[in-house]
């Protein structure tokens, strides 16, 4: 059985693995120069090596845009980012990001998508052909290597597009809605996987989502961004479930009712204050 003492607290004396110090994120208009846009303001958010971090909040509000600076992907206009201590100066090289959107590509097998990072960092090909192949394996994929992105379903996408991040065993993992697109038992299949492949090593997650339900069935720690412009962390639970966890029972448990109700209490008004400012928009 696998021990559930909250990965933070075996850690609190290591610097964070990620570390987003009063972060600010202004952009300016492209079409008026003069008008700008503060996506982000004065957010300070920090995952533990080990621990999986949740953000929810509502849509827009900046989710993505906190992801894109852990990755290196996006300077913030104020603030420090922090990877074990260090500061982050261009892309993040100890970061994995499995994006939202579809990122394979088309003229490539299965195989030859989860082996692209790694020949591009000079892998040798035998070697990264053999890894990719263990890989797809630990996904599910064993047999489909020489399959293409539009002959998989989604499912397979996704599990190709896992197999591509974990590849090069990063020590922070990045995922943006990664499952969104999918349907509710892929979703939860996939949910499952990633959980038992996060088990084996515990590296340090920053997940992002709107599923609340999905949040705190994956997490060690949810935080809730509130409503943009501005956006800024309003509420932060400690997600108190044993693990290991298997995604569809763990919601039936009172305590995870009871997680359910006070999260959502805290982003029931983001939720209608993003989706009135939508209407407007």
Same mark, same amino acid.
Request: proline content about 7%; aromatic content about 6%.
């Given at each position: 059985m696998a021990s559930t003492e909250a990965p933070a607290a075996a850690n609190q004396q290591q610097a964070p693995a990620? /570390?987003? #110090?009063?972060?600010?994120?202004?952009? =300016?208009?492209?079409?008026?120069?003069? #008008?700008? *846009?503060?996506?982000?303001?004065? @957010?300070?958010?920090? %995952?533990?090596?080990?621990?999986? %971090?949740?953000? %929810?909040? !509502? @849509?827009?509000?900046?989710?993505?845009?906190?992801?894109?600076?852990?990755?290196?992907?996006?300077? !913030?206009? /104020?603030?420090? =980012?922090?990877?074990?201590?260090? !500061?982050?100066?261009?892309?993040?090289?100890?970061?994995? *990001?499995?994006? #939202?959107?579809?990122? /394979? /590509?088309?003229w490539r097998s299965a195989l030859d998508n989860v082996v692209a990072g790694l020949e591009f960092a000079g892998v040798e090909r035998a070697q990264a052909c053999e890894r990719g192949r263990q890989w797809l394996m630990r996904v599910g994929l064993n047999g489909f290597e020489d399959r293409y992105p539009h002959q998989m379903s989604g499912g397979m996408r996704k599990r190709t597009m896992l197999a591509q991040t974990l590849i090069r065993d990063p020590d922070i993992i990045l995922m943006d809605e990664p499952f969104s697109a999918l349907d509710i038992q892929t979703r939860q299949l996939m949910e499952n996987e990633v959980l038992e492949l996060w088990m084996a090593k515990r590296k340090a997650v920053l997940f992002i989502t709107h599923d609340l339900d999905e949040a705190i069935a994956m997490s060690d720690r949810v935080v809730v961004l509130s409503a943009g412009p501005g956006t800024h962390p309003i509420g932060e639970f400690v997600i108190d479930l044993p693990r290991p966890r298997d995604v569809a029972e763990v919601r039936m448990q009172p305590r995870f009712v009871e997680l359910h109700g006070a999260i959502w209490s805290v982003l029931r008004d983001e939720v209608l204050k993003g989706y009135a400012q939508q209407k407007r928009a």
């Open positions: 990620l /570390l987003l #110090q009063d972060i600010s994120c202004t952009f =300016v208009s492209r079409d008026d120069p003069g #008008q700008r *846009y503060t996506a982000v303001a004065n @957010t300070t958010l920090s %995952v533990a090596p080990g621990e999986f %971090v949740s953000v %929810v909040g !509502p @849509t827009g509000c900046g989710k993505s845009t906190l992801l894109n600076i852990a990755a290196g992907l996006l300077a !913030p206009s /104020l603030g420090v =980012v922090e990877c074990f201590g260090e !500061p982050l100066n261009g892309i993040n090289k100890r970061a994995g *990001y499995m994006f #939202q959107g579809e990122a /394979l /590509l088309p």
